[in-house]
C-alpha cells in the first residue's frame, strides 16, 4: 500500500480541506472541469461539486484522483476523515454515532423509514428533503449517511438485524426507478451474512414499538443501550431497567415478524411489482 502523505498545518475542517486540495491540484496542473472529466471518465461536474464541497464523490473516483495527480493515499486520506467527520452530523446525533462506532452488535426496528444503513443516496435525497434540508447541506448529510453505510462493510462488520413495518416497503420514493433501486440494494443487503432483515406485516397490529424507530446497541462491556428517534429528535437511554423494557418489546415484534426467508420473498415481490409496472 502506497505511504500516505502527512497532512500539514493547513488541515482544518475536514470537509473543505479535502475540497481545498482537490482545487489546488488541478490549477498546478492547469486542466479545466471538462478536461479532467474526459481522462478520467466521470462527469465533470462531479469534480466541481467536489471542489466546492457540496459532494464527496465515492472512493472510487478519489483513488482515481490519487493515481492522475501522483499523490497516492493522500487525496483518499483527506476522503476518509471528511466521511468519517462527526461535525456532518446534526448534534442530536452525535452521541449515538460514537456508541454505534463501539457497537459489536446491532437491533433495529423501523416504523416508517428504512434505517440509514440500508439507505440508497436516493431515499436518503428524498427522505432528507422531506424533513426541509436543501442545497449544500442536504447533499452533505446524505454525503455522511452513505459513509455510515460502511459499517456493515468488512470482515469485522458487526452483526445486524432490523425489522421493518411492512409500511416502510409500502411507502415508495417518487422516482419509480429509484425506488427500484432501494429494493435491489435492500435485497443485496439481506444476502449479506451479518444482516438478517425482518418485515412485520400489517396485521400484526399494535405493539410496544408502534411509535418510534428503535436502536439496540451491544457494547463491548456487554451492556445495551437504546436509542429512539422520531422526525425531529432522538435520544439515548442508557438506564438498565428502561433499556431491559425496550429489549421486551423488541423481542415481542420480531416474534411476530416474518421470517428472513419470509421477508426476503416479501421484498422481491415488491420489487418484480415496481419492475413490471408498465408506467416506469
Not at 177 to 206: D, F, K
Request: glycine share 8%; hydrophobic share 40%; charged share 30%.
Amino acid at each position: 500500500m502506497p505511504t500516505r502523505r502527512v497532512i500539514t498545518g493547513r488541515s482544518r475542517e475536514p470537509r473543505a480541506r479535502f475540497a481545498e486540495e482537490l482545487r489546488r491540484l488541478r490549477a498546478e496542473r492547469g486542466d479545466s472541469l471538462r478536461l479532467l472529466g474526459e481522462r478520467l471518465g466521470w462527469d465533470w461536474s462531479l469534480f466541481g461539486k467536489m471542489e466546492k464541497g457540496e459532494t464527496l464523490g465515492g472512493p472510487e473516483v478519489v483513488l482515481a484522483l490519487d493515481q492522475y495527480y501522483g499523490t497516492p493515499g493522500l487525496l483518499i486520506a483527506l476522503w476518509e476523515l471528511a466521511v468519517s467527520d462527526k461535525s456532518q452530523f446534526r448534534e442530536q446525533y452525535q452521541r449515538y454515532m460514537a456508541l454505534e462506532e463501539r457497537a459489536t452488535s446491532l437491533w433495529h426496528f423501523a416504523v416508517s423509514v428504512l434505517p440509514g444503513l440500508l439507505q440508497t443516496p436516493e431515499y436518503a435525497r428524498e427522505l432528507l428533503a422531506a424533513g426541509g434540508l436543501k442545497g449544500e447541506e442536504l447533499e452533505q448529510q446524505v454525503d455522511a449517511r452513505m459513509g455510515r453505510r460502511e459499517l456493515l462493510e468488512g470482515d469485522d462488520a458487526p452483526p445486524f438485524r432490523t425489522v421493518l413495518s411492512e409500511a416502510v416497503l409500502r411507502t415508495p420514493l417518487r422516482d419509480p426507478r429509484a425506488w427500484r433501486a432501494q429494493l435491489e440494494y435492500l435485497a443485496e443487503m439481506g444476502e449479506r451474512s451479518n444482516v438478517t432483515i425482518h418485515v412485520l406485516p400489517l396485521s400484526a397490529g399494535l405493539h410496544g414499538l408502534v411509535s418510534a424507530d428503535m436502536w439496540y446497541l451491544r457494547l463491548p462491556d456487554g451492556s445495551t443501550v437504546a436509542y429512539t428517534e422520531n422526525g425531529y429528535r432522538g435520544e439515548v437511554i442508557e438506564e438498565a431497567t428502561a433499556v431491559g423494557r425496550l429489549q421486551l418489546s423488541y423481542d415481542s415484534v420480531r416474534d411476530l415478524a416474518r421470517t428472513p426467508t419470509e421477508s426476503r420473498k416479501f421484498v422481491l415481490r415488491e420489487l418484480e411489482e415496481v419492475t413490471c409496472d408498465p408506467s416506469t
